[in-house]
């Protein structure tokens, strides 16, 4: 697909998508797979209103078109978010996020969609039983990987997980520095050549969860998400791949 990175993690294909989403095919190719997001923190916006901050409406209906954008590429017939489906009592219950959240669902009603927990959705309550979403605890195993929230390797297997909003400052040749959000792979190579402690973290889903700025250290896979394209920043000499 144009503009996505496929990598190899956990011994299988995944693809990395400008959207903010990692896609995961289905073994015999074709329809189905699984698309998987991080911190969507539906109602964010109108979590910062409610509080009197100036904020205005319909970031997340512009998530939610993006999300089905990636759903209608990929074909997915499952999608997994890694935590912060919602960002706080307030937006759950704001009816304008409600409304936009439940014509979504109806939309994609023939998408299975699973939550694994993370600190925000505790705290904002469970999701309402209309948009059909299955909460899982974090970790939850989905072989060969471990699905969490928090970005922490596990003895199970790779972890896919979300919660930090990675993001990169770049700079250019004029001076100019440019933060971009990005896919950070963190690991060692064992003497076999396998993973060991190997995470993959994923972007906030949500364009308005800000990130923080990494110092990626060597080992370290950053990839970034750069207008419609996916792009892995250049090594350092000396640095080894999870691969």
């Given at each position: 697909m144009?503009?996505?990175?496929?990598?190899?993690?956990?011994?299988?294909?995944?693809?990395?998508?400008?959207?903010?989403?990692?896609f995961r095919p289905p073994p015999a190719g074709g329809a189905g797979g699984t698309l998987y997001v991080a911190d969507t923190h539906w109602g964010k916006a109108a979590t910062f209103r409610a509080?009197?901050?100036?904020?205005p409406p319909g970031g997340t209906a512009a998530d939610l078109a993006r999300l089905s954008r990636a759903l209608r590429r990929t074909r997915a017939g499952r999608l997994v978010v890694?935590?912060?489906?919602?960002?706080?009592?307030?937006?759950?219950?704001?009816?304008?996020?409600?409304a936009a959240v439940a014509a979504w669902r109806a939309e994609t009603a023939d998408v299975r969609m699973e939550l694994v927990l993370g600190n925000h959705?505790?705290?904002?309550?469970?999701?309402?039983?209309?948009w059909q979403i299955e909460a899982r605890p974090d970790p939850t195993p989905d072989p060969p990987f471990v699905l969490k929230h928090f970005p922490e390797p596990d003895p199970a297997g790779p972890v896919l997980a979300g919660h930090e909003h990675p993001a990169v400052r770049?700079?250019?040749?004029?001076?100019?520095?440019?933060?971009?959000?990005?896919?950070?792979?963190?690991?060692?190579?064992?003497?076999?050549?396998?993973?060991?402690?190997?995470?993959?973290?994923?972007?906030?889903?949500?364009?308005?969860?800000?990130?923080?700025?990494?110092?990626?250290?060597?080992?370290?896979?950053?990839?970034?998400?750069?207008?419609?394209?996916?792009?892995?920043?250049?090594?350092?000499?000396?640095?080894?791949?999870?691969?």
């Open positions: 144009s503009g996505d990175l496929t990598l190899t993690f956990g011994g299988e294909a995944l693809i990395l998508m400008p959207e903010r989403a990692v509080a009197g901050v100036a904020v890694l935590g912060d489906l919602l960002h706080a009592r307030l937006g759950r219950n704001e009816a304008a996020t409600n959705d505790r705290a904002a309550g469970p999701p309402d039983p209309a770049l700079a250019g040749p004029g001076g100019e520095r440019l933060k971009l959000p990005c896919f950070r792979l963190t690991g060692r190579i064992d003497d076999r050549g396998g993973e060991a402690g190997a995470v993959l973290t994923l972007p906030a889903f949500s364009a308005f969860a800000d990130g923080g700025v990494l110092r990626p250290a060597p080992g370290e896979r950053i990839c970034v998400i750069a207008d419609d394209e996916v792009l892995e920043i250049p090594l350092r000499k000396g640095q080894r791949r999870i691969q």
